[in-house]
């Protein structure tokens, strides 16, 4: 069985960390605030994955990408 997640990924140095799984991607921008990280959700367009990006003092710190996955 096929399934679309929404994954938020926390943006640091050392790379990305997935850091929440949801069925929804309000549900995973919903999320941030555990890891106190805010800034303003932007939305990208023409990205297949990536669905939005959390801005902070002009860098992307977090964002939340799209991927389909099997279950089994």
Do not use: C, N
């Amino acid at each position: 069985m096929l399934q679309v997640v929404f994954i938020l990924e926390i943006l640091r140095d050392s790379g990305p960390i997935r850091a929440h799984f949801a069925q929804a991607p309000k549900a995973a921008k919903r999320a941030i605030t555990k890891y106190q990280l805010s800034g303003e959700w932007r939305d990208v367009e023409g990205d297949r994955r990536l669905v939005s990006e959390l801005w902070q003092e002009g860098r992307v710190t977090a964002r939340v990408v799209k991927e389909t996955v099997e279950y089994s």
